[in-house]
């Protein structure tokens, strides 16, 4: 008996579907106790910084936090260190900015079966009882470190340059059984699951 021609073999309906979120990656980190004026700047510039292990959106600019006093900011991608800048001129004297723009891979995954593709090598649990939208966390993924975030529109993931390759390539085995597409490259403001962005 021969195996069924894998042409003939219908194709499972898109589950998931994976895009390159287009940003600008700058970390804020708070000098000694100045955490609060900080979070005071950041919304005198509409961007209320979230607590621990959130995230938070504001038009074209998303927030989250994963570690202590330190907050990464995803913007519209602008010419190399304008965004950086920005944030340093605001910041000075309270916190440091620095872009971590060519450090780091920001990656959008959508569709009803987004979060179990990810489960097949993510040590948390992404139900989204446990994991609901708003929520962050930095882990390993396919044992690659990851920042997790969920977001209104699906999950924002961002992996080391170094490593994104391979985790593509990870995320698409992984994605497969469940039917994957690529999308074409999202801005920040389409993760707010508005769809004018």
Do not use: Y
């Amino acid at each position: 008996m021969s195996a069924p021609d894998a042409s003939a073999l219908p194709e499972p309906a898109v589950g998931v579907t994976l895009a390159t979120a287009l940003s600008d990656v700058v970390e804020l980190a708070a000098l000694r106790d100045r955490a609060q004026v900080l979070k005071t700047l950041a919304a005198r510039r509409a961007l209320n910084l979230p607590s621990f292990g959130r995230v938070a959106i504001a038009r074209d600019t998303l927030a989250l936090c994963v570690r202590p006093e330190r907050w990464l900011l995803l913007a519209p991608p602008a010419s190399p260190d304008v965004t950086a800048s920005l944030w340093q001129r605001a910041c000075e004297g309270v916190a440091a900015a620095v872009d971590l723009s060519s450090g780091l891979v920001a990656l959008h995954l959508d569709g009803p079966h987004a979060r179990e593709a990810l489960a097949r090598g993510c040590r948390l649990d992404l139900d989204p009882d446990v994991f609901p939208a708003g929520h962050a966390a930095a882990t390993i993924i396919a044992q690659v470190s990851t920042i997790l975030a969920a977001v209104p529109a699906g999950m924002l993931i961002l992996t080391p340059t170094s490593t994104a390759r391979h985790f593509q390539a990870w995320l698409a085995r992984a994605a497969r059984p469940f039917g994957l597409a690529a999308r074409a490259d999202v801005t920040v403001g389409a993760l707010s699951g508005d769809s004018r962005a």
